[in-house]
């Protein structure tokens, strides 16, 4: 599987984007789509997941109402619409995948869990 994010920009706080994220390959039931970000100098911070089968979501408790991840299991994507952006949500994007099965005891939302990432995409909210 190899993935490509899409979709940041500049946006001002208050504002709206959405990040796309497609997946080439074949894609399981079991796998779990995520998003994180990162800032110089900081870990990769999870963002929100997606199950591929199912579509049972959990988001990180600093985006969760603004957020909502989603996926299309016919176009093999994953977005991540962003809403009430504001400054501190600034940061690189990531997608990242992973096949679950058999693997329960990760988490899905440690970013060392993920083994295929996309390239990152710059999301940078003004104040």
């Known amino acids: 599987v190899q993935l490509q994010a899409s979709g940041g920009g500049l946006v001002q706080a208050g504002g709206s984007l959405r990040l796309s994220c497609a997946a080439s390959?074949?894609?399981?039931?079991?796998?779990?789509m995520g998003w994180f970000r990162q800032v110089p100098g900081k870990e990769r911070e999870f963002v929100a997941r997606?199950?591929?089968?199912?579509?049972?979501?959990y988001y990180a408790d600093s985006v969760k109402d603004r957020f909502t991840i989603s996926r299309d299991n016919a176009k093999n994507m994953v977005y991540l619409q962003m809403n009430s952006l504001k400054p501190e949500d600034t940061a690189v994007y990531y997608c990242?995948?992973?096949?679950?099965?058999?693997?329960?005891?990760?988490?899905?939302?440690?970013?060392?869990?993920?083994?295929?990432w996309g390239q990152g995409t710059q999301v940078t909210v003004s104040s």
């Open positions: 990242a995948a992973k096949d679950w099965n058999g693997r329960s005891a990760l988490s899905s939302t440690v970013a060392t869990s993920y083994d295929t």
């Open positions: 390959g074949s894609i399981f039931s079991t796998y779990v």
């Open positions: 997606i199950r591929w089968s199912g579509g049972s979501t």
